[in-house]
């Protein structure tokens, strides 16, 4: 029989890892969840599963993160700082080591894109080279606040501002109902599932993502590899990442808010983006690939194993 030295999970899904790398901490997330969960309009079905799925796992991740008698605590790596705060608030994790190991980006795939190349994309989705293109990028929309970023839209009066949607949600009806009933059928595009998701983040202007709860978003760190600035609500991983006026900016969980924010950058001089835009790949490039996150990664383990001879 194989013995192992380290053996890591990403996430709770096994008791017998030494080594947790920590995405969500799902107690927190039924918290947020419940702000907006009776407004979707999605199946008995969907819902309950959804509700098991929290609720199991909740029981998963106390089992593995909390210290218990007889057993060596484990190595446990939050994806950011408000993760691992999470983490420390809903469970006892006793002596556990705990270190901070962020997403990444693959630089090869994630990376700005060619002039002709933009136009191209940009004439195929129906988009024109004078609009500003804001990107929203994933699934599970009400809980990474769609709503919030077309209701904005509607209150920031340039034509030239236009939103693309990147993915899918069970509830999408709803979206495009709201869309269309603020009079921004025009201004919203929704994509569906991009399998160009790299050439659409390198084809955009910003990225604007007012999500309600993350433990890092992947999807921010890919933008930023392409050359965008990030507008995003100030939750975890935003806060580590967003330098405001420098790689982005933070909003609240308002539309009247992120529609000002939208409004000064779309008014402002497009080179200050462009400024910002740089420096926010630069960022990933410093801190957020993968090659970095696995040379940090080795180095826990060796930490670890020090530790317990």
Same mark, same amino acid.
């Given at each position: ?151 904005? !839209? &509607?209150?920031?009066?340039?034509? $030239? ?5 990147? @993915?899918?949600?069970? #509830?999408? =009806?709803?979206? %495009?109902? !709201? &869309?269309?009933?603020?009079?921004? $059928? ?5 994509? @569906?599932?991009?399998? #160009?998701? =790299?050439?659409? %983040? ?20 890919? =933008? ?86």
């Amino acid at each position: 029989m194989s013995t192992f030295d380290i053996v890591h999970s990403a996430g709770c899904n096994t008791a017998s890892a030494n080594v947790y790398t920590i995405q969500n901490i799902q107690r927190a997330k039924r918290k947020v969840l419940k702000g907006f969960v009776r407004e979707e309009r999605i199946s008995r079905v969907r819902r309950l599963t959804r509700w098991l799925h929290l609720v199991i796992t909740s029981v998963a991740e106390k089992r593995v993160y909390e210290s218990a008698t007889g057993r060596k605590a484990p190595l446990l790596l939050p994806v950011s700082r408000g993760t691992e705060r999470e983490l420390r608030e809903h469970y006892d994790i006793g002596n556990s080591t705990v270190k901070i190991i962020p997403n990444a980006a693959d630089l090869v795939v994630f990376h700005p894109i060619a002039a002709d190349i933009r136009a191209a994309w940009r004439k195929a989705n129906g988009l024109i080279g004078s609009d500003f293109v804001c990107i929203f990028s994933g699934g599970e929309w009400a809980r990474k606040g769609l709503d919030l970023a077309i209701r904005a !839209l &509607a209150l920031v009066p340039h034509l $030239g501002l236009k939103l693309f949607v990147a @993915g899918d949600d069970p #509830d999408r =009806a709803r979206y %495009f109902r !709201l &869309a269309r009933n603020l009079g921004q $059928g025009e201004r919203v595009i929704f994509g @569906g599932f991009r399998k #160009d998701i =790299a050439t659409a %983040f390198g084809a955009s202007d910003l990225f604007l993502f007012p999500s309600r709860y993350e433990a890092f978003s992947l999807a921010m760190i890919e =933008a930023a590899a392409c050359g965008l600035p990030s507008v995003v609500a100030k939750i975890n991983g935003t806060e580590d990442f967003i330098n405001p006026g420098t790689t982005g900016e933070f909003v609240k969980h308002e539309a009247d808010n992120i529609a000002a924010v939208l409004e000064r950058l779309v008014s402002s001089d497009r080179c200050k983006l462009v400024e910002m835009g740089q420096a926010a790949r630069q960022l990933v490039m410093t801190h957020y690939t993968w090659d970095r996150v696995a040379t940090a990664t080795e180095q826990c383990y060796q930490e670890y194993l020090n530790g317990r001879s």
